[in-house]
C-alpha cells in the first residue's frame, strides 16, 4: 500500500509562480517514477511532468515545458516530490495530482500507467 498526499495548490494571478508538493509513503512496495497530472473542469487528465526513480530522467508537456520543473527527494520508504510552476497562465488551471509508478520498466505520459494516486490539490490562475 502507497499513501500519496499532495499540497501547496492556491490563487495565484497570471505571471506568478506556485510549489506544488507531494508525499508517497510505501509499507513495503519499491516506489519508482512519479508523474504530475492536472484535470480542468470537464476535461481529461492530463500528463504534466514526470520523473525517473533516480531523478536523472525527466518528460514534460508540451505546455508546461520551460516553465516547470519537477523534482524528487527520496528516503527510505518515502519519495518527496515537488513540481515548481512559474509564469504561470490561467489555462494552467486545474486540480493537480500526484503519482506514483511500481513498475521498474516505465516513465511513462499516461495516467493509467500509475498504481497509486493522490486527491488532488487546486490550481487557480486568475487573468
Known amino acids: 500500500q502507497v499513501q500519496v498526499v499532495e499540497s501547496g495548490g492556491g490563487l495565484v494571478q497570471a505571471g506568478g509562480s506556485l510549489r506544488l508538493s507531494c508525499v508517497a509513503s510505501?509499507?513495503?512496495?519499491?516506489?519508482?517514477?512519479m508523474g504530475w497530472f492536472r484535470q480542468a473542469p470537464g476535461k481529461e487528465r492530463d500528463f504534466v511532468a514526470a520523473v525517473s526513480r533516480s531523478g536523472g530522467i525527466t518528460y514534460y508537456a508540451d505546455s508546461v515545458k520551460g516553465r516547470f520543473t519537477i523534482s524528487r527527494t527520496n528516503a527510505k520508504n518515502t519519495v518527496y516530490l515537488y513540481l515548481q510552476m512559474n509564469s504561470l497562465k490561467p489555462e494552467d488551471t486545474a486540480v493537480y495530482y500526484c503519482a506514483a509508478d511500481l513498475d521498474v520498466a516505465t516513465l511513462s505520459r499516461q495516467p493509467r500507467e500509475y498504481d497509486y494516486w493522490g486527491q488532488g490539490t487546486q490550481v487557480t490562475v486568475s487573468s
Open positions: 510505501a509499507r513495503t512496495e519499491s516506489i519508482q517514477s
